[in-house]
Every structure is written in C-alpha cells, then in structure tokens.
C-alpha cells in the first residue's frame, strides 16, 4: 500500500479518492481555499496546508482538476507540489486537459526528479462511482507499470497509449468521436421522426446494421424517452471540444464535424440546456426543425 | 414456392436473385435494352419483353434498381407492372430511394388491387452475397408476414418499421448516421494521428468505451491500414445523402451534419475517390490537413 496525495475532490475526485482509501491506500489530500469534506476526512483522509506539503509527504500523487491552468498551478505554481517533490515521486495526472501544454508539465515533473504519467478518464461520475473508468495513459512503460495497481482500484479498461502527452490525445480523441456519434445519432432519429417514422424501430432495426454504436444505444434511448438528466453534461462536454479545437488550431487541423458539434452545443447552452446530458445536443437541432423526436 | 418477377440484375439483384432461385422459386425478369446474364438463364431464370409481361406471369415482383426515377418507370410507366397486374400481387420494392415518391407508387399500386412494401436493404454487395442484409419494411403487418418467407432467403435482420415508406426513412436514417459515424472516427482518428500518438492504440481503447461503434471497428481498421476498395462506393453514399438531404429540403428539417458530410464526399469525388470505398471521406480531412493518417 502506498501513501497517494490526492488533489482534487469534486464529482469524479471523490468516489476515485474513496476507492483507493477502500483499498487500503493512505491519503493526503490539499483542498484549495476550503475544508475537506467530512465523509472522506472520517475514513482517514488528511488535509495539508498545500500541494508542496503533499508532495514532501506522498509517493504517488494523483490530479483531478477541471482545466489546464488548474493543473500548472497545483504542480507548477507557488508551494506547488514541484517545491516539494521527493526523487522519483510519481505524478499521475487524470484530468481532463490539453496535450501539447501536458508534454511541458511532464518535463518540469521529469526534470525535477519525478515520474510523469497523463491518464484522463472516460466514463463519467457513473464510471467513477463503479471503479470502471476507461483510463488512457501516456508516459514511459516502466512509470505505467508503477501506476496500473493503483489505476486497476479505479479503472477497468487501461490502455497505454504512447509517451507523454498520448492519454490527452487519445481523451481529446475519444470525445471528438463521441460528439460526433451523437450528432449522427441525432439526425437519423430527427430525420426518421419527422418523415413520420416509429423511432424506436428505427433505433432496433438500426442497432442491427453498420449504423451499431454504443451511442445509439444509450443516447439514441435517451433522445427518445426525452431523459436529458446528465450523465455527461453539455458544458463539459464543450470544455472538451474546445481543447480539440484549440488543439487543431496549433497542429494545423481542419475538424468540420467537431466545429460543427461544439456549435450545436453552443445552441443548447444558449437555450438553458449547459447542465443537459450530450444527448440533448438533439434538442439543438429539434428548435430548428420545429419538431421532437417522438412528437 | 412462387413464381417471382425480379427486375434490376445489378452488383444486389443477381446474388439475391441468385438466393431465391437457390431456394427453389421460379424467376422470370425484364432486362433493359440488353440481354440475360448467361449465368442467370442457365440457373433457369427466363427473360420477357416488358415489366408488363413479367406482372401478368408473376405473384410477387421484386424491384432492384438504381433511383426514384427507375423504380417509377418499372412500375407506373408504359409497359410497366401497373399495366399488367394481377388482382393481389405483390410488389417489392428493395431499392433505396425517396421516401415521400415511395407513399405515392405504394398507393398507385394498392389503388390498382396490388399490394406494395418498400424494403431497402443495407449490407452491401457483401451483405447480398451472403444473404446477410438487414432489410428495413414499409407496409401493412399482412404483407409483411406473406414477404417475409422471400425476404429470409435474401437477409438476416428484418424489421417492419411502419407503414408504406417507412422502409426508405429508415434506410435513409441509417445512411445518414453511417456518414457521419465515419467522420467521427476520421475525425477522431485523424487528430490523434496528427497529435503523434499511435492510432492503432487509440482505435483499441476507443473501442472499449463510449466511443464504440462497428464504423469505429470496421472502417477505423481501414483508415489505418489504408484499404479504401469498395465495400460501399462513395458515389452511391452521395446519392443517399443527396435523398436525405431532398427530403430533409421537403420536411423543413435541417441536418447541418448531414450535408458537411456531403461536403467531404464531394471533396473525395473530386479528387477521383467516387469509387472509393466511404471509409475514404477521410481522405478529404486529410487534404485539408495535409497529413494522412499513420504518416
């Protein structure tokens, strides 16, 4: 068992924390500007004065922070876990961020004498909840080794997708797909709607064919039963998209779907729909066709 | 076993025909300003001089052809099955054409004491090779259930979707969501490529989340082992498109997806792709990112 310094205790960071308590890890954690939350200070979590303070105590340190500057700030920053870092500690980064940015902060870690590994998640609060997070990692394959007991408490499918940077890419990756997917899902089921058709024989007859997704299945159920409680809510769905699109800018990318996508979410954001689940990107599309699927 | 009339002998109608001979019926056809594939007649399948003719031999007709305007003269023109069916004949329509025609031709052809189903398949000329097309009906439950004993020798999933054109709205919807299930894995893919990271590993973890869908599975593959032989032609996924897309012009339904999808398969047709498999929309990010993927 490892003593793991955890920063970052919202929706995703608290049932992850809990489980690696639950398996009998030590923890210590840093929360910013507040107090720990009582049910993980009962189980034996201890809050310190700062992520400096946390690394000088932890082998392992684990980030779960919403966006990039979030995450420069808790290891880079003034009593930043780097002030703090003891040889060969190992950085685990599961948030959410950007690639290129991720490939920096992986050498000031490397630089300073630690290990480095980016490994976002996919799979929501659910997944989280669960332990079965989809984990995608980047970093050197002696460092993964290291960190895969750790992440098996979390996580079911691990994959070890390149070096530094290669978990980012392939989370950027996995929510340009999964946009996409559901704008796919979305005008196939409006389109069937509208031209009259039974949806829901549309989505089993479709489910059996080359137009299978697991998208279809989930969200294309949820666009029918008009159930848009999250889930995965639009806003972070949007944070997503616009790391791809940043991205793109930097690597000279032309992603049409992927803009066109974040621009439907952009219309559900506008109508009050930020905190929907993705599904309800449909909804997007139902106010410029005057029609809900199913109606 | 019936007496089947079966007209439009392309890539899809010889090996379903070839199926129903197989499975012991009787085929007679009409072969436009041409004459009788030689394999085809010595299997025993007889050539008349008109769809006129081939209605007053038949019980049940089978149309195979390529657009809107072809099933409409087989059918309703001069010399066609209309001037010679018989009282409860029943016809077949298995091309994939405009759903809102289709409600027309089904009424001409009931007011006329013929009944009607369209049942457009998807599969491709694979699919009809191994009589393993999914084929989405239109029409009354009766009709269905006579049909069904024919359309099990030529396909696998097989689903009653509603009433007459049906059929062609949900063959429309899935070829709407195949479109852009394939951007969102070119997309995907092809930012992850551009990023570095290892394509192969991002298609695999992609495969075991969210993300999952048999285009991702089967058409990621070819993206990445660059395959781009038909399977199913860029040129007839445009002239889906093109349906959906007239359709969507007719029912005050707009599918900003479905026509950026358009977009890049024009993009490939217009850099000789046309016949390229649709896995190959790709090609045309590619373009646009002066980068192809795995490179």
Known sequence: ?????????????????????AAGHELVTYVKGGSLNNELAEKGMVALDSPKAVAEQAEIIITMVPDTPDVEE?????????????PGTLVIDMSSIAPIPTQAIAKRITDAGGEFLDAPVSGGEGGAI???????????????????PVLEVMGKTITLIGDHGAGQICKVANQIVVALTIQATAEGLLFASKAG???????????????QSKILDVH????????????????????????????????????????????????????????????????????????????
Chains 1, 2 share one sequence.
């Open 1 to 21: 068992m490892s003593k793991i310094g955890f920063i970052g205790l919202g929706i995703m960071g608290r049932p992850m924390a809990g489980h690696l308590m």
């Open 197 to 211: 058709a039974d949806v829901s024989k549309v989505r089993e007859a479709l489910l059996g064919g080359l137009a």
């Open 130 to 148: 669960n332990a079965a997070l989809t984990i995608m990692v980047g970093g050197p394959e002696a460092s993964f080794q290291r960190a895969l």
């Open 74 to 86: 808790v290891l880079l920053g003034e009593q930043g876990v780097i002030e703090g870092l003891k």
């Open 220 to 295: 294309g159920e949820r666009m029918i039963n008009r159930t848009f409680d999250p889930g995965f809510r639009i806003r972070l769905h949007q944070k997503d998209l616009n790391l791809a699109l940043e991205s793109a800018r930097t690597l000279d990318l032309s992603l049409p779907g992927t803009a066109n996508a974040q621009q439907l979410f952009q219309g559900c954001a506008a109508n009050g729909g930020a905190d929907w689940d993705h599904a309800g990107l449909v909804r997007a599309l139902e106010e410029l066709a005057n029609h809900e699927i199913g109606s």
